[in-house]
T-cell receptor, first 111, second 112 residues
């Protein structure tokens, strides 16, 4: 089955630690995206990538980093510089930059 | 300033009571308007894409329409399983790499 997988579903970290969220797709999509979702807010774009080894900052990139070494993979690192990292993180992909298809999400809790 | 505004924030309907959700946008040139359904704790599920004013799309009890400034998601005779948050997103003419702007969503609850 084609789709987008994110792991883990739940992630707990201590403040001051970096953490990496996984996103993999087997849809052969070129574009991939990371969003953050907080209660009562819309999805906010963190980073996006159109091709391997190229990515752009979204609206809230501070405290986050990404890599795109393979077409299928777009991991997101939440660094200790991110002041409010607790949130629901969503990865998406798109074949043509129009419809985006989302993974199941990772809920990160930092204490 | 938000490019996409959804209303109402929350809507409670009795089963069978039809209604509409609104999505208004202020982007300069629309390249696509997208509707998603999101269940609690899950990723959004794609529903529809609309490209131009006057366009309509239907899927089961849902019908999406588009004008030059807003879109409506009409829900006909809803069932409890239609309960979810409905998200609207737009892509504008100046958008690079397909980035979308999302509204905050309408949380729909359908009770039996």
């Amino acid at each position: 089955d084609g789709g987008i997988t994110q792991s883990p579903k739940y992630l707990f970290r201590k403040e001051g630690q970096n953490v990496t969220l996984s996103c993999e797709q087997n849809l052969n999509h070129d574009a991939m995206y990371w969003y953050r979702q907080d209660p009562g807010q819309g999805l906010r774009l963190i980073y996006y990538s159109q091709i391997v080894n190229d990515f752009q900052k979204g609206d809230i990139a501070e405290g986050y980093s990404v890599s795109r070494e393979k077409k299928e993979s777009f991991p997101l690192t939440v660094t200790s510089a991110q002041k409010n990292p607790t949130a629901f993180y969503l990865c998406a992909s798109s074949i043509d930059g129009y419809e985006q298809y989302f993974g199941p999400g990772t809920r990160l809790t930092v204490t | 300033e938000d490019q996409v505004t959804q209303s109402p924030e929350a809507l409670r309907l009795q089963e069978g009571e039809s209604s509409s959700l609104n999505c208004s946008y202020t982007v300069s040139g629309l390249r696509g308007l997208f509707w998603y359904r999101q269940d609690p704790g899950k990723g959004p599920e794609f529903l529809f894409t609309l490209y131009s004013a006057g366009e309509e799309k239907e899927k089961e009890r849902l019908k999406a329409t588009l004008t030059k400034k807003e879109s409506f998601l009409h829900i006909t005779a809803p069932k409890p399983e239609d309960s979810a948050t409905y998200l609207c997103a737009v892509r504008d003419r100046g958008s690079t790499l397909g980035r979308l702007y999302f509204g905050r969503g309408t949380q729909l609850t359908v009770w039996p």
